[in-house]
């Protein structure tokens, strides 16, 4: 029902933007004369408008600059026109990206049902190919709607769209083919899927990961030329040294010797390689240790430092270009928020109604706090420079300082909280929890120690006992007194305090299902994990923590471009080898006694033939078996066996994609924990507080002077009462992108200077429409070979 009521509003958009047209074709330009404005907005280029309309208007166009530039997007894919306008807010309405990420989903979780599918999720040909060719169809639909505004022109520039529509093009054909046959053939582009979820809005984060991976990719590419090398030249020198060795069949030929000295990069065949040719001589030993420590102690290490410094170097470059790219959204949207009466300054209500249209979920308080904040001269409208700062105050959560009193204050509960108050301020309470923290380890300790009769006693001994009911009461005790003490929404702002009661819940919950159901296990693990909270008394541990707080977003990333690899290869690998037993497969090789079936029992190596491709699951777990490397050759000799000498390529190149994201996600971990240390050497408790919240001072008769009035005036009367300074505190969340305007705020400097004395430069020149006084500036290039004049302000 509501993706029929928004489709049916986009309807209704687009049926406004075409009555409008016609009514310019039949009555001319009208009133526009007449509007008070600076610039106007491309969007009613033409359109007969009331002075009122057409600043909405403005406000919308410049409520799309911002999110452009909040989100990082290039602004020629920018609406131009009132036809462009409805196709671009359906393809940005959250409805829609919803939809998109739903069909993407869909069709990656389609390899469970495909053949080779998981027996619990497999469907007939008909069914996943109908749903794959819907789930291609809605994709398809954003594409075109992108086209309706965008252009060929546009598309054909921009790489990741071109990419999504080859691929789109390939899978559709691919999949009425696979319907109209009724049969899956060979389908390696079903690796190619996940492009369609990377490139949903949901999944920023996954493309920025991505894209410096990407940016990082020379330097590693010399260095794995150089790794190459040494691993070739060795190769080659094993074979001429130990090839003669009978027993040894690890350097029979050249080939053999490459692979073999590839797998001992990663130590997975050592010391197995080097102990037949040890045996025939203690000084082959010098070999096998050189060849170690050059490529793997040396070059991979250095390999490191390499990806590290370059890492460093596009974290800082990123934030460059971020924060210069919202600069210039900014501007772009402050020339549609002037007046000709004001050219130089945004009042009050123009800048409310931008955000009516930029984060309509703000209330009228928090959009004259916002303007207050940025308005830091005080002349009662924004120079471009002030508005430049316009994403600062969006992360801005406003409070009156009275507010900060407690929250019991004139209630009810005044004197428990007061009581919870005194007892959390008492100082020796902490002491006392980290007592009750380091009882419940002891009590732990004890319990395993203790005998139990079987497994179902020990685990109600160690999580459903009497001491555990204890310590989990006393500990929801002294979550109580905290929330009464600081109320809920403080309390649950503290991570600790987070952490803290949510293990107390589930320990709570372990020990009631276990005492319902014994041979419930799992459970066991949820009371120790009360003890972390000892970790924090260590400053080394709280920086670690601390580290992997700012990390998230980035290892989330990191997780979900490794999820994408590893559908890409076990896709790959399902096609490749999923038709081949490994049972007994390997007869008379180095791997023989590791794939040995019998009906009857199998020996404790002869697991190894579950390793396999045979379904989406089994890849999964196999590639994840390939990428910690522990006798991962095992499973590349087996397919190499049953399937061909050249098979593997296909491992070898999925060990050098793992070594690239793994190098880069430990450059990253690094330059995090580097970045928090200098963070806290720099910056003081109360240089933190400046930094996380802002004050702002006013009173009901200057925001009068500002020219608050109507609904804005009514919803600030009861917070600034006539006669009575008030004061509202904005806090801030700590993100490492609001970390980074303090740690780079010399850099930052730099760059804003650097930017206006560009701006110094003659880029463009303007013109003035001669036939419409009040049209959009014409912006004329003056380099290049097309000098085309196009309306509005869009690149």
Same mark, same amino acid.
């Given at each position: 029902?509501?993706?029929?009521?928004?489709?049916?509003?986009?309807?209704?958009?687009?049926?406004?933007?075409?009555?409008?047209?016609?009514?310019?074709?039949?009555?001319?330009?009208?009133?526009?004369?007449?509007?008070?404005?600076?610039?106007?907005?491309?969007?009613?280029?033409?359109?007969?408008?009331?002075?009122?309309?057409?600043?909405?208007?403005?406000?919308?166009?410049?409520?799309?600059?911002?999110?452009?530039?909040?989100?990082?997007?290039?602004?020629?894919?920018?609406?131009?026109?009132?036809?462009?306008?409805?196709?671009?807010?359906?393809?940005?309405?959250?409805?829609?990206?919803?939809?998109?990420?739903?069909?993407?989903?869909?069709?990656?979780?389609?390899?469970?049902?495909? +053949?080779?599918?998981?027996?619990?999720? /497999?469907?007939?040909?008909?069914?996943?190919?109908?749903?794959?060719?819907?789930?291609?169809?809605?994709?398809?639909?954003?594409?075109?709607?992108? #086209?309706?505004?965008?252009?060929?022109?546009?598309?054909?520039?921009?790489?990741?769209?071109?990419?999504?529509?080859?691929?789109?093009?390939?899978?559709?054909?691919?999949?009425? *083919? *696979?319907?109209?046959?009724?049969?899956?053939?060979?389908?390696?582009?079903?690796?190619?899927?996940?492009?369609?979820?990377?490139?949903?809005?949901?999944?920023?984060?996954?493309? !920025?990961?991505?894209?410096?991976?990407?940016? $990082?990719?020379?330097?590693?590419?010399?260095?794995?030329?150089?790794?190459?090398?040494?691993?070739?030249?060795?190769?080659?020198?094993?074979?001429?040294?130990?090839?003669?060795?009978?027993?040894?069949?690890?350097?029979?030929?050249? $080939?053999?010797?490459?692979?073999?000295?590839?797998?001992?990069?990663?130590?997975?065949?050592?010391?197995?390689?080097?102990?037949?040719?040890?045996?025939?001589?203690?000084?082959?030993?010098?070999?096998?240790?050189?060849?170690?420590?050059?490529?793997?102690?040396?070059?991979?290490?250095?390999?490191?430092?390499?990806?590290?410094?370059?890492?460093?170097?596009?974290?800082?470059?990123?934030?460059?270009?971020?924060?210069?790219?919202?600069?210039?959204?900014?501007?772009?949207?402050?020339?549609?928020?002037?007046?000709?009466?004001?050219?130089?300054?945004?009042?009050?209500?123009?800048?409310?109604?931008?955000?009516?249209?930029?984060?309509?979920?703000?209330?009228?308080?928090?959009?004259?706090?916002?303007?207050?904040?940025?308005?830091?001269?005080?002349?009662?409208?924004?120079?471009?420079?002030?508005?430049?700062?316009?994403?600062?105050?969006?992360?801005?959560?406003?409070?009156?300082?009275?507010?900060?009193?407690?929250?019991?204050?004139?209630?009810?509960?005044?004197?428990?909280?007061?009581?919870?108050?005194?007892?959390?301020?008492?100082?020796?309470?902490?002491?006392?929890?980290?007592?009750?923290?380091?009882?419940?380890?002891?009590?732990?300790?004890?319990?395993?120690?203790?005998?139990?009769?079987?497994?179902?006693?020990?685990?109600?001994?160690?999580?459903?006992?009497?001491?555990?009911?204890?310590?989990?009461?006393?500990?929801?005790? /002294?979550?109580?007194?905290?929330?009464?003490?600081?109320?809920?929404?403080?309390?649950?702002?503290?991570?600790?305090?987070?952490?803290?009661?949510?293990?107390?819940?589930?320990?709570?919950?372990?020990?009631? #299902?276990?005492?319902?159901?014994?041979?419930?296990?799992?459970?066991?693990?949820?009371?120790?994990?009360?003890?972390?909270?000892?970790?924090?008394?260590?400053?080394?541990?709280?920086?670690?923590?601390?580290?992997?707080? #700012?990390? $998230?977003?980035?290892?989330? $990333?990191?997780?979900?471009?490794?999820?994408?690899?590893?559908?890409?290869?076990?896709?790959?690998?399902?096609?490749?080898?999923?038709?081949?037993?490994?049972?007994?497969?390997?007869?008379?090789?180095?791997?023989?006694?590791?794939?040995?079936?019998?009906?009857?029992?199998?020996?404790?190596?002869?697991?190894?033939?579950?390793?396999?491709?045979?379904?989406?699951?089994?890849?999964?777990?196999?590639?994840?078996?390939?990428?910690?490397?522990?006798?991962?050759?095992?499973?590349?000799?087996?397919?190499?066996?049953?399937?061909?000498?050249?098979?593997?390529?296909?491992?070898?190149?999925?060990?050098?994609?793992?070594?690239?994201?793994?190098?880069?996600?430990?450059?990253?971990?690094? /330059?995090?924990?580097?970045?928090?240390?200098?963070?806290?050497?720099?910056?003081?408790?109360?240089?933190?507080?400046?930094?996380?919240?802002?004050?702002?001072?006013?009173?009901?008769?200057?925001?009068?002077?500002?020219?608050?009035?109507?609904?804005?005036?009514?919803?600030?009367?009861?917070?600034?009462?006539?006669?009575?300074? *008030?004061?509202?505190?904005?806090?801030?969340? !700590?993100?490492?992108?609001?970390?980074?305007?303090?740690?780079?705020?010399? +850099?930052?400097?730099?760059?804003?200077?650097?930017?206006?004395?560009?701006?110094?430069?003659?880029?463009?020149?303007?013109?003035?429409?001669? /036939?419409?006084?009040?049209?959009?500036?014409?912006?004329?290039?003056?380099?290049?070979?097309?000098?085309?004049?196009?309306?509005?302000?869009?690149?």
């Amino acid at each position: 029902m509501k993706m029929y009521n928004f489709v049916a509003h986009s309807n209704k958009v687009l049926d406004y933007f075409r009555d409008q047209w016609y009514q310019v074709k039949s009555y001319g330009a009208g009133e526009a004369g007449s509007l008070d404005m600076g610039s106007r907005s491309s969007l009613h280029t033409g359109l007969q408008m009331s002075e009122d309309e057409h600043w909405e208007m403005n406000y919308h166009e410049a409520a799309i600059y911002l999110e452009e530039g909040l989100n990082n997007e290039k602004f020629d894919s920018h609406p131009s026109s009132p036809e462009e306008l409805p196709a671009y807010l359906r393809v940005h309405n959250p409805w829609y990206h919803g939809l998109d990420l739903l069909a993407s989903l869909v069709l990656i979780l389609l390899a469970f049902t495909e +053949d080779p599918a998981v027996p619990a999720f /497999e469907l007939p040909v008909w069914a996943h190919g109908t749903i794959e060719l819907l789930a291609l169809t809605i994709i398809g639909v954003e594409l075109h709607l992108k #086209l309706k505004w965008i252009g060929w022109s546009t598309i054909l520039k921009h790489k990741r769209t071109m990419i999504k529509g080859i691929t789109l093009l390939i899978m559709v054909l691919e999949a009425v *083919v *696979v319907v109209c046959r009724q049969s899956s053939h060979f389908r390696v582009t079903r690796a190619l899927r996940p492009i369609f979820l990377v490139d949903t809005r949901h999944c920023g984060g996954v493309r !920025r990961f991505i894209r410096q991976i990407l940016q $990082s990719l020379p330097p590693i590419l010399d260095m794995l030329g150089l790794l190459m090398f040494f691993v070739a030249t060795y190769s080659l020198l094993g074979f001429y040294l130990f090839s003669e060795h009978i027993d040894n069949g690890h350097f029979k030929t050249i $080939s053999d010797s490459f692979v073999s000295m590839f797998v001992l990069l990663t130590t997975a065949n050592f010391p197995d390689v080097m102990m037949p040719s040890y045996a025939k001589s203690k000084w082959y030993a010098v070999f096998f240790i050189l060849y170690i420590i050059t490529v793997l102690y040396v070059l991979m290490n250095l390999m490191l430092a390499v990806v590290y410094e370059t890492f460093t170097r596009i974290e800082r470059e990123k934030c460059r270009a971020l924060l210069l790219h919202r600069r210039v959204a900014a501007r772009r949207a402050f020339r549609l928020l002037v007046s000709r009466r004001a050219p130089r300054a945004v009042r009050l209500r123009h800048f409310a109604g931008l955000i009516r249209h930029y984060a309509p979920h703000y209330s009228g308080l928090d959009v004259y706090l916002m303007f207050k904040q940025l308005n830091q001269s005080g002349s009662g409208g924004l120079s471009r420079a002030e508005f430049a700062n316009v994403y600062e105050v969006f992360a801005l959560r406003w409070a009156p300082q009275s507010g900060r009193a407690p929250w019991y204050s004139a209630s009810a509960l005044e004197p428990l909280g007061r009581a919870a108050a005194a007892a959390v301020r008492w100082p020796y309470f902490e002491y006392l929890i980290y007592a009750l923290i380091i009882g419940n380890g002891v009590s732990l300790v004890l319990r395993v120690c203790e005998a139990a009769g079987d497994l179902q006693d020990s685990a109600r001994l160690l999580c459903a006992s009497w001491d555990t009911w204890l310590f989990l009461t006393l500990f929801l005790v /002294e979550a109580c007194l905290r929330m009464m003490a600081s109320g809920l929404a403080a309390y649950l702002e503290s991570g600790w305090n987070v952490f803290d009661l949510s293990v107390t819940l589930l320990a709570l919950m372990g020990a009631v #299902l276990l005492s319902i159901a014994p041979k419930l296990f799992i459970v066991v693990i949820f009371r120790p994990l009360r003890l972390m909270r000892l970790y924090k008394l260590k400053k080394r541990y709280r920086d670690v923590f601390g580290t992997l707080v #700012l990390l $998230s977003p980035l290892m989330s $990333s990191a997780g979900c471009v490794m999820l994408v690899m590893y559908y890409f290869f076990a896709i790959v690998g399902m096609e490749l080898f999923a038709g081949y037993d490994l049972k007994n497969c390997c007869v008379n090789t180095t791997v023989e006694d590791f794939y040995k079936y019998s009906e009857n029992s199998s020996t404790a190596l002869g697991y190894y033939y579950l390793n396999n491709f045979e379904n989406i699951l089994t890849s999964g777990v196999s590639l994840f078996e390939l990428t910690v490397v522990n006798n991962w050759f095992i499973l590349m000799n087996a397919y190499a066996t049953v399937a061909g000498q050249f098979s593997r390529l296909y491992f070898m190149v999925f060990y050098l994609f793992t070594m690239v994201v793994l190098t880069i996600v430990v450059a990253s971990v690094l /330059e995090a924990f580097r970045f928090r240390i200098q963070y806290k050497r720099s910056t003081t408790k109360r240089d933190e507080e400046k930094l996380l919240h802002e004050e702002v001072h006013t009173n009901w008769e200057e925001a009068q002077r500002l020219g608050v009035s109507g609904d804005l005036a009514d919803e600030l009367r009861p917070f600034l009462p006539p006669g009575v300074d *008030v004061t509202f505190i904005g806090s801030r969340p !700590r993100t490492k992108e609001v970390l980074q305007r303090r740690m780079y705020q010399a +850099d930052i400097l730099k760059w804003l200077s650097e930017e206006d004395e560009s701006e110094d430069l003659p880029p463009s020149t303007t013109v003035t429409s001669s /036939e419409d006084p009040l049209a959009p500036p014409l912006i004329q290039q003056p380099d290049g070979d097309n000098h085309q004049i196009r309306p509005g302000y869009q690149l």
